[in-house]
C-alpha cells in the first residue's frame, strides 16, 4: 500500500448509514449487524478458513500483492473477492484464457482480470504458447468477510411504482449498452485515483436482509461524502461512454467512464455532468460534481467499477482514503 496514507475503514468493517441504496423510510429502523449463518467471524485470524478452504480475508490479512507463479505468470494485485490483478503473460503467449473466456494482451504482454464480489475459491488462468503448450494456473481467491445487517421486522421494499416500470427498462439499457462499448485507453495500467476525497459512508459489498430472511442486493460501490458541487475528478485515463442527458430514477445524473480492457467505472447521483460521451479524459481531470440526485439520502459520491460483468470493489483498486487537508 502506499506510504502516507491510512485505512478510513477495514474491509471487514462495511459503514451503510447514509448509503444511497437505503431508502429514507428505511432510516429510522434499528438493525442488528450479524455474519451471514454461513460465513466465518468478521474478524477472523489469518488462519481462519471457509468450508471452501479459502481464507476469510480482512484488512489485516490480504493476500499478497505480487506473484509469481510455477508457470510463469507475473501478477500483481489481491487475489480476494472484489480484487483487480494486472498480469504479465508467460513468454510466446499467443492466446490468453480467464475462467474459460479469453483475455487480450497488450503490446507488451500484460493483461487485466479481477474477482466478483461473489468470486468462488478458485479460478483458473491458462495460456497458449507458440508452440502448442498450454500452461494452466489454478488461482485461490480469498473470502471476504462482508458485513451483513439483519432488518428482521422490514419488508426488502415496496413495490415499484408505476412510472418507475416504465422509465426503468429503458434507463438499463443505455447502461447495458454503454458496458457493450471497447475503447482503446491504457488508464487500467495506471495507479487509479480517488475520484473524492472524504468520509467513507458506504462501503463495497455490504448487504441487508429483510422480513423473512429476503436479502437485498448487496451495495455495488463506494460511497464518499461530499458537499454538493464538490469536484469529482477521473480516477484513471478513459473513454467517456455514458453522460447521462437527464437524472436516472436510481443513479440519478451518471456518468461512466472506460479505462480500457473491459474496466469502467460508474459515478452515481452528479449534480452536474462536465464531460460528454467519447471525450478522452485524463486521471485526475475534473469530469463532475458532487450531488444527491437520484435515490439518495445526502450529497455524496457512489462510485462502482466492473470489470466486464464482475463488480469489483474501488478500495482494493485505489488503495487507502487519503487524509483530508
Same mark, same amino acid.
Given at each position: 500500500?502506499?506510504?502516507?496514507?491510512?485505512?478510513?475503514?477495514?474491509?471487514?468493517?462495511?459503514?451503510?448509514?447514509?448509503?444511497?441504496?437505503?431508502?429514507?423510510? @428505511? !432510516?429510522?429502523?434499528?438493525?442488528? $449487524?450479524? +455474519?451471514?449463518? /454461513?460465513?466465518?467471524?468478521?474478524?477472523?485470524? =489469518? *488462519?481462519?478458513?471457509?468450508?471452501?478452504?479459502?481464507?476469510?480475508?480482512?484488512?489485516?490479512?490480504?493476500?499478497?500483492?505480487?506473484?509469481?507463479?510455477?508457470?510463469?505468470?507475473?501478477?500483481?494485485?489481491?487475489?480476494?473477492?472484489?480484487?483487480?490483478?494486472?498480469?504479465?503473460?508467460?513468454?510466446?503467449?499467443?492466446?490468453?484464457?480467464?475462467?474459460?473466456?479469453?483475455?487480450?494482451?497488450?503490446?507488451?504482454?500484460?493483461?487485466?482480470?479481477?474477482?466478483?464480489?461473489?468470486?468462488?475459491?478458485?479460478?483458473?488462468?491458462?495460456?497458449?504458447?507458440?508452440?502448442?503448450?498450454?500452461?494452466?494456473?489454478?488461482?485461490?481467491?480469498?473470502?471476504?468477510?462482508?458485513?451483513? @445487517? !439483519?432488518?428482521?421486522?422490514?419488508? $426488502?421494499? +415496496?413495490?415499484? /411504482?408505476?412510472?418507475?416500470?416504465?422509465?426503468? =427498462? *429503458?434507463?438499463?439499457?443505455?447502461?447495458?449498452?454503454?458496458?457493450?462499448?471497447?475503447?482503446?485507453?491504457?488508464?487500467?495500467?495506471?495507479?487509479?485515483?480517488?475520484?473524492?476525497?472524504?468520509?467513507?459512508?458506504?462501503?463495497?459489498?455490504?448487504?441487508?436482509?429483510?422480513?423473512?430472511?429476503?436479502?437485498?442486493?448487496?451495495?455495488?460501490?463506494?460511497?464518499?461524502?461530499?458537499?454538493?458541487?464538490?469536484?469529482?475528478?477521473?480516477?484513471?485515463?478513459?473513454?467517456?461512454?455514458?453522460?447521462?442527458?437527464?437524472?436516472?430514477?436510481?443513479?440519478?445524473?451518471?456518468?461512466?467512464?472506460?479505462?480500457?480492457?473491459?474496466?469502467?467505472?460508474?459515478?452515481?447521483?452528479?449534480?452536474?455532468?462536465?464531460?460528454?460521451?467519447?471525450?478522452?479524459?485524463?486521471?485526475?481531470?475534473?469530469?463532475?460534481?458532487?450531488?444527491?440526485?437520484?435515490?439518495?439520502?445526502?450529497?455524496?459520491?457512489?462510485?462502482?467499477?466492473?470489470?466486464?460483468?464482475?463488480?469489483?470493489?474501488?478500495?482494493?483498486?485505489?488503495?487507502?482514503?487519503?487524509?483530508?487537508?
Amino acid at each position: 500500500m502506499r506510504r502516507g496514507r491510512r485505512w478510513v475503514a477495514g474491509l471487514a468493517i462495511m459503514i451503510v448509514q447514509g448509503s444511497c441504496l437505503a431508502p429514507a423510510a @428505511e !432510516r429510522p429502523v434499528p438493525a442488528t $449487524r450479524v +455474519a451471514p449463518k /454461513s460465513a466465518a467471524p468478521a474478524a477472523p485470524s =489469518p *488462519a481462519a478458513q471457509s468450508p471452501a478452504g479459502a481464507s476469510v480475508a480482512s484488512a489485516s490479512t490480504l493476500p499478497a500483492k505480487k506473484l509469481l507463479t510455477q508457470t510463469g505468470f507475473r501478477l500483481n494485485g489481491p487475489m480476494i473477492q472484489g480484487g483487480t490483478v494486472i498480469g504479465s503473460a508467460p513468454a510466446g503467449t499467443t492466446f490468453l484464457s480467464f475462467n474459460g473466456a479469453s483475455l487480450p494482451l497488450a503490446a507488451d504482454g500484460r493483461f487485466l482480470f479481477a474477482f466478483d464480489r461473489d468470486a468462488g475459491p478458485t479460478a483458473t488462468l491458462s495460456a497458449t504458447l507458440e508452440d502448442g503448450r498450454v500452461l494452466t494456473e489454478t488461482l485461490s481467491v480469498a473470502r471476504r468477510a462482508w458485513n451483513i @445487517e !439483519r432488518l428482521d421486522s422490514l419488508p $426488502r421494499f +415496496a413495490q415499484p /411504482s408505476e412510472e418507475f416500470n416504465r422509465l426503468r =427498462p *429503458a434507463e438499463l439499457e443505455q447502461i447495458n449498452a454503454a458496458r457493450r462499448i471497447s475503447v482503446t485507453s491504457a488508464g487500467w495500467q495506471q495507479p487509479f485515483l480517488w475520484p473524492a476525497v472524504g468520509r467513507l459512508s458506504g462501503m463495497f459489498g455490504s448487504q441487508r436482509i429483510y422480513k423473512n430472511g429476503e436479502a437485498g442486493s448487496y451495495h455495488s460501490g463506494t460511497d464518499i461524502a461530499r458537499p454538493s458541487g464538490a469536484t469529482v475528478m477521473a480516477p484513471a485515463d478513459g473513454v467517456v461512454i455514458l453522460a447521462a442527458d437527464h437524472p436516472f430514477t436510481l443513479e440519478g445524473n451518471l456518468l461512466m467512464i472506460d479505462h480500457g480492457m473491459g474496466l469502467n467505472s460508474a459515478f452515481l447521483h452528479l449534480s452536474r455532468i462536465d464531460v460528454r460521451v467519447g471525450e478522452t479524459v485524463k486521471r485526475g481531470q475534473p469530469i463532475g460534481a458532487v450531488g444527491m440526485s437520484g435515490r439518495a439520502t445526502g450529497p455524496h459520491l457512489h462510485w462502482s467499477v466492473k470489470w466486464r460483468d464482475s463488480r469489483i470493489d474501488p478500495l482494493l483498486l485505489a488503495g487507502p482514503m487519503p487524509v483530508a487537508p
